[in-house]
Structure formats: structure tokens, C-alpha cells
């Protein structure tokens, strides 16, 4: 969902968050905290960001002693169920907090300790979308929709078309005159979404017989994919490595920034909305320190620097008055009452759908 860093980089990234603090004797005193996060998901200190992290061990002398990262919501789960892993902050999408609290695999958050939590909105709370139903799990920490970028040159060559013309929905996967030119994401979710809405079914089907609809649609597009991609999306797209690929909204506009040769088409068929939430694992060691941070992460001027830095659209209503007039009138960020009537959430699905989705994007990428 997000960049992905190379090995390299993500360490002396790490490197350089931390070793800032160690000359700060009053950092680790009230104790430690590990963080597992997706791929720059939050401002860094790059690029003339805030450093949230080095923010918030200065004001609470709690130490982020470990801060991983993940490419896709099943890594991090597969991670959490191994039993190998001892996070007190994880940022789950809405069906995948759905699934952790089903399976008793995360903390309730104490809403006492939050002071912040007012600046959420209601509308993308877990209580009103429908992913923490009791509203004790989570804490809405960014949300967005699925589009498509494109790049407007490559388009036209291979064409012969104007780009918005040809560029209109998921059908433009299937066109053969973009063999070895198109991405698709590696996630069996976000691809079975793809083919789904193409075949005019909700994106959180779990009759057998669509699931197996879907899996012939992604067969038959196998030959026309370059590579199943996810993070890696961002330097192949900037550098014109293809035409086109599905991606996350914010993480598009992060895109466009870098290459003015690329577009964005919202899907005409309709797309996916998401809402990635904060949350505790279950045992988590320092759950005191993690409501203390997930705080942290709802005041108005960090939850403004974060969306600065990652361009995901924000659920923080005190955060996005702050935000500039550009960002909060991006229709790509924040989309039409019209687009969004056209968007639809993703549901924790049933154990035995999940199952065959799984073995069936199996199958498909073998």
C-alpha cells in the first residue's frame, strides 16, 4: 500500500530515526513500544516532514524500540498468527481489524486515555462503517479508494487514443493492447475486487460459483500482466516501466507528483473505499504506551503532518482544516459525494470464502 523500502533503505532510515534520539537522556525512561506499520506510512523526517516518531519519544521519553514493516494486510496477519512477533501498534485495513477481532487477536483500547479521539469522525469509526462494530478495537487512521494510474505518453502510442478515452474502468486490464504493459496488485483481495466489480458483482462475494467466475477473469488476464506487484508499483510507474495499474488513491497522487506524465481514472464500474485503523495485538506489552501513541497519532497537527506525507486521505476532521486548499479539494483524495455512492467497503469474509479465494489466487499465479 504505500512505498515499499529496499532493505538498505529502510535501515539507515531506521538508523537515522533512532540514533537522533540517543543522545536524549530522557528518552526510554517510561518504558518502550514496537511498531508494525506498513511501508512509509507515516512522516518520517524526509523530505522536509516532521519525524512524529522522534516527536513522540521526546515528549514521552517512551522509546520505539523496533518499527517493521509490511506490504500487504496478509503478511501482517500471517505475521501476528505465527505467534513470532511481540507488536503493541499494528494498522490493519477495516476487513482485516473485522477478522482480528473475530479470531480475540487484539486489544480492547481504553477510550479514556484518548484525548484526541474527538478530532475522529464519526463516519468512519468502526461502529457506523461496520468493521468494529462495538467500537472498542480500532481507531480510523487514514482512509482512501482504488484507482487506476496510468501513464498519459504510453497510452496514446499504444493506442493510438487520447488516454482518458481509453482509460475508463477495470475493463482496460483486459484489453490486449496492453500486453506486458499493466500491473496488478499481488493481494488475492484487491485483485478478486478487480474482476468482481468488471463482472458486476459486490467486491465482497462469497458464492462459490462467482468466487470461481472472478478466478476465470484474473486466468484470463494472467497473459497480459507484466508482474503482480504491490509497493514496487511506485518506482516502475514513475519511471515508465508500464502503462497502467490499479493502486490506492494516495499513493497515486504521491505518484503523480513525481511523474507529470501520469493520470488517474476513477473506475467506472465502481471501486473499493477502505479505512486502515490503529490497534493493539492481543498481549501486546506495553498496551499503556500504545493508547498513548495511537493518542498521539489522532492530535491535529500530527494526524496534518502524516496526510502531508503520505497523501491518504484523513477521517480526522480537525487534521483536514488544517490541511491546504489543493489537498482537500483533490478529487482523487476526497472524492464526489457520486463517486464515493459508487464505492463499496470490504467485509471480513467467511472463513470457507476466504479459503477458496486464497487457494484460487493460488492457482491463478502459479
Known amino acids: 500500500m504505500k512505498k515499499l523500502l529496499s532493505i538498505f533503505i529502510a535501515c539507515c532510515l531506521t538508523a537515522s530515526l533512532f540514533s537522533g ?67 503493541d ?54 482512509w482512501g479508494t482504488v ?58 462475494e462469497t458464492d462459490p460459483d462467482r468466487l470461481k467466475q472472478a478466478a476465470s477473469k484474473l486466468r484470463e488476464q494472467k497473459p497480459y500482466v507484466q508482474a503482480y506487484v504491490m509497493d514496487e508499483m511506485f518506482d516502475k510507474m514513475e519511471n515508465g516501466e508500464a502503462a497502467l495499474s490499479p493502486a ?18 476513477f473506475p467506472e464500474e465502481g471501486t473499493n473505499i477502505f479505512v486502515d485503523v490503529v490497534a493493539i495485538p492481543k498481549g501486546a506489552k506495553n498496551k499503556e504506551n500504545a493508547e498513548k501513541f495511537i493518542d498521539f497519532l489522532c492530535r491535529a497537527d500530527i494526524a496534518k503532518a502524516n496526510i502531508e506525507y503520505i497523501s491518504y486521505s484523513t477521517p480526522n476532521r480537525a487534521a483536514y482544516e488544517k490541511l491546504d486548499e489543493d489537498l482537500r479539494e483533490s478529487e482523487i483524495a ?4 457520486e463517486r464515493l455512492e459508487r464505492c463499496e467497503a470490504f467485509v471480513n469474509l467467511s472463513p470457507e470464502a476466504t479459503e477458496q479465494m486464497e487457494n484460487l489466487w493460488t492457482e491463478i499465479r502459479k
Open 21 to 87: 534520539c540517543a543522545g536524549d537522556s530522557e528518552v526510554g525512561k517510561n518504558g518502550t513500544l514496537k511498531i508494525f506499520n506498513w511501508g512509509e506510512y507515516m512522516s518520517d523526517g524526509t523530505d522536509a516532514s516532521r519525524n512524529v516518531i522522534r516527536e513522540f519519544e521526546r515528549e514521552t521519553g517512551i522509546k520505539v524500540e523496533a518499527y517493521d514493516t509490511y506490504d500487504s494486510n496478509e503478511q501482517m496477519y500471517a505475521k501476528l498468527k505465527s505467534g513470532s512477533s511481540d507488536y
Open 147 to 204: 484507482g487506476i494510474v496510468y501513464n498519459k505518453k504510453m497510452v496514446e502510442k499504444l493506442t493510438g487514443q487520447p488516454a482518458d478515452e481509453v482509460v475508463k474502468g477495470w475493463s482496460v486490464f483486459w484489453d490486449e493492447r496492453f500486453k506486458d504493459n499493466m500491473f496488478m496488485f499481488i493481494n488475492s483481495r484487491d485483485s478478486f475486487m478487480i474482476a468482481e466489480k468488471l463482472l458486476g458483482y459486490s467486491l465482497n
Open 334 to 337: 476526497y472524492p464526489s459525494k
Open 248 to 265: 490506492y488513491a494516495g499513493d497515486i497522487i504521491t505518484m503523480m507528483d513525481y511523474n507529470e506524465e501520469l493520470g488517474y481514472c
Open 89 to 142: 501498534i499494528i494498522f490493519p485495513s477495516d476487513y482485516m481489524i473485522s477478522r482480528l477481532i473475530d479470531e480475540d487477536m487484539v486489544e480492547k483500547i481504553d477510550f479514556d486515555k484518548l484525548e484526541n479521539y474527538g478530532n475522529i469522525m464519526d463516519e468512519y469509526k468502526g461502529d457506523v462503517y461496520g468493521y468494529d462494530p462495538t467500537n472498542e478495537y480500532s481507531v480510523p487512521y487514514t
